[in-house]
T-cell receptor, first 113, second 115 residues
Framework: SQQGEEDPQALSIQEGENATMNCSYK?????LQWYRQNSGRGLVHLIL?????REKHSGRLRVTLDTSKKSSSLLITASRAADTASYFC?????????????FGKGTLLTVNP | DARVTQTPRHKVTEMGQEVTMRCQPI?????VFWYRQTMMQGLELLAY????????DSGMPKDRFSAEMPDATLATLKIQPSEPRDSAVYFC?????????????FGPGTRLTVL
């Protein structure tokens, strides 16, 4: 079963607006990662936030993590048409021999020019 | 620019036929993952390896699917016999195998259609 659950499932905005996507998960994690998938392509890693971090920035991306609520959010500022893609959160339990990520079902973001 | 490569990119086959998908992980990566993506189920982990040893294949239908790593530069996923419900995009991903901060690098996928 998938641990991460993204919300909303789909989001449509105008170019220049900000886009916020949320992710909730169920069990303790070592880190949480966000990936982007353009139509017909593989997933691309965007940003990783560790369980002891609360906020992280990378260019126009801002990720927050609230481990008490088991939730994360991804903010894309000043969106562009090229940001149109599906965005997935993935949790990493880590430790021992566990190297796998557990992905949610994703948020489909459409940025209209 | 190191990338994960997958072959073939597209495969159309008839029910009952054997399908083999191949993946070349990024040189130096020691974890390899196989995923299946469908509209209904999303992204599902089928199996993964570390240092060529299978660590988890619990997501894979054992009766028809098999995954191997003959060497460090090649991972294979086989379906025999294939069924229409196997139609999906199959992704391979590789990583450095860091215990606490691993990220994954995905290939472009193999789009499989079973008629």
């Amino acid at each position: 079963s998938q641990q991460g659950e993204e919300d909303p499932q789909a989001l449509s905005i105008q170019e220049g607006e900000n886009a916020t996507m949320n992710c909730s998960y169920k069990t303790s994690i070592n880190n949480l990662q966000w990936y982007r998938q353009n139509s017909g392509r593989g997933l691309v890693h965007l940003i990783l936030i560790r369980s002891n971090e609360r906020e992280k920035h990378s260019g126009r991306l801002r990720v927050t993590l609230d481990t008490s609520k088991k939730s994360s959010s991804l903010l894309i500022t000043a969106s562009r048409a090229a940001d149109t893609a599906s965005y997935f959160c993935a949790t990493f339990g880590g430790g021992g021999s566990n190297y796998k990520l557990t992905f949610g079902k994703g948020t489909l973001l459409t940025v209209n020019p | 620019d190191a990338r994960v490569t997958q072959t073939p990119r597209h495969k159309v086959t008839e029910m009952g036929q054997e399908v083999t998908m191949r993946c070349q992980p990024i040189l130096g990566h020691n974890t390899v993952f196989w995923y299946r993506q469908t509209m209904m189920q999303g992204l599902e982990l089928l199996a993964y390896f570390r240092n060529r040893a299978p660590l988890d294949d619990s997501g894979m239908p054992k009766d028809r699917f098999s995954a191997e790593m003959p060497d460090a530069t090649l991972a294979t996923l086989k379906i025999q016999p294939s069924e229409p419900r196997d139609s999906a995009v199959y992704f391979c991903a590789s990583g450095l195998g860091s215990t606490y901060t691993d990220t994954q690098y995905f290939g472009p996928g193999t789009r499989l259609t079973v008629l």
